[in-house]
């Protein structure tokens, strides 16, 4: 288990349930469009966001910025350490830095007034801040010097990301991290790409490192809006069996026998459910064939019939209802839970 640390209410490591963030892609000096954006992110279940504090007018929004935001701010410093400073002395609730572009009298005024304010800085090496050849044990090997930097000054809550867009170098170099450190560990790629294959490759690396029990917190990096990268985020926790308080909605691959529309009834039936916080599967299948074998583990389901279709509760059939009443049908029993 990982040596625990605080970001505000937040707790990253020991054991504690992994965190999902995203950073606001507005400009930080906009107060108004930076918070709006930071709310939203907080309503789909972001239980962290970061926040790039590039010069002054940004350090100063930053200050407004934590006092009305819903939940803990982490400040993202590069280069200038008095940028960093500014920022801890706004109440952010830790600070991203590079200590490599940071040089180490930057560092040490860091952790200084880390240490004051008992936040905890996380040291974050990304493959394009590397001049030569990338590696995995380079990667790690790196983080860990910055971590040591930061041990000889006396400081220890430290939080390490080694990210990489590719997905076997990120994987390789996270089990390295986790084999060498007790820290907690920010997981996820960096420069992913589009949404399409960037889910999909973010997906991988940070799916498979959870399920080895790697990863304390997690961001999703997408070439897209934040919001979408916390969408991606909880569904990752939810496919690898780390949030358990949702509906899941489960359909056949459908085929020649599908009498009714699978993928219509199971993505309105995914979007109508997505808020609600009950450990629930629904199953949808195309036909009553196979349908209601495989439907057997689902709480309820329906298997479609050229009509009406079956509803399925606790594996029976209770109801048979014209096959557009099934939403409705089956949305009646999850509210009835
Ligand atoms: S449940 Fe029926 S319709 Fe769906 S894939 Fe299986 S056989 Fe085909």
């Known amino acids: 288990m990982k040596k625990p640390v605080k970001a505000g209410s937040v707790t990253i490591g020991g054991g504690a349930p992994v965190s999902v963030q995203s950073m606001t892609n507005t400009s930080t000096q906009d107060v108004q469009a930076t918070l709006a954006q930071i709310s939203r992110l907080s309503a789909m279940g972001a239980d962290l966001v970061r926040v790039s504090v590039p010069d002054e007018e940004s350090a100063t929004a930053f200050q407004s910025i934590i006092k009305c935001a819903?939940?803990?701010?982490?400040?993202?410093?590069?280069?200038?350490?008095?940028?960093?400073?500014?920022?801890?002395?706004?109440g952010a609730?830790?600070?991203?830095?590079?200590?490599?572009?940071?040089?180490?009298?930057?560092?040490?005024?860091?952790?200084?007034?880390?240490?004051?304010?008992?936040?905890?800085?996380r040291i974050g090496v990304n493959q394009g801040s590397l001049k030569s050849e990338v590696t995995p044990v380079r990667l790690a090997g790196i983080a860990l010097d910055s971590a040591a930097m930061l041990e000889d000054l006396g400081f220890f809550d430290?939080?390490?990301?080694?990210?990489?867009?590719?997905?076997?170098?990120t994987v390789e170099a996270y089990r390295e991290l986790d084999a060498r450190c007790h820290y907690p560990l920010h997981i996820g790629l960096t420069e992913s790409g589009t949404p399409a294959f960037g889910q999909i490759k973010s997906s991988v690396a940070i799916g498979s490192l959870l399920l080895d029990g790697?990863?304390?917190?997690?961001?999703?990096?997408?070439?897209?809006?934040?919001?979408?990268?916390?969408v991606a985020g909880i569904r990752i926790l939810r496919a690898c069996g780390l949030r358990r308080d949702f509906v899941e909605v489960i359909a056949c691959p459908t085929c020649a026998r599908t009498n009714i529309d699978v993928e219509g009834i199971a993505t309105e039936l995914e979007e109508k459910t997505q808020n609600l916080h009950k450990r629930l599967?629904?199953?949808?299948?195309?036909?009553?064939?196979?349908?209601?074998?495989?439907?057997?583990?689902?709480?309820?389901?329906?298997?479609?019939?050229?009509?009406?279709?079956?509803?399925i509760k606790n594996k029976k059939i209770i109801a048979t209802v014209p096959n557009d009443k099934i939403i409705a049908e089956l949305l009646k029993l999850v509210e009835e839970c």
Not at 289 to 311: L, T
Request: aromatic share 4%.
């Open 93 to 121: 609730a830790k600070i991203r830095i590079n200590p490599a572009n940071i040089g180490s009298y930057g560092v040490s005024e860091i952790v200084r007034a880390a240490k004051e304010r008992r936040i905890p800085i």
């Open 281 to 311: 599967k629904i199953a949808v299948m195309g036909c009553v064939v196979n349908g209601i074998g495989e439907s057997k583990g689902a709480d309820f389901g329906v298997c479609g019939g050229k009509m009406q279709s079956a509803i």
């Open 214 to 230: 790697i990863g304390d917190t997690i961001r999703v990096s997408l070439s897209a809006k934040p919001e979408d990268e916390i």
């Open 70 to 90: 819903p939940v803990p701010i982490i400040a993202d410093v590069h280069f200038d350490y008095k940028m960093a400073l500014s920022a801890i002395e706004s």
């Open 158 to 169: 430290i939080v390490i990301a080694v990210k990489s867009s590719d997905v076997r170098c």
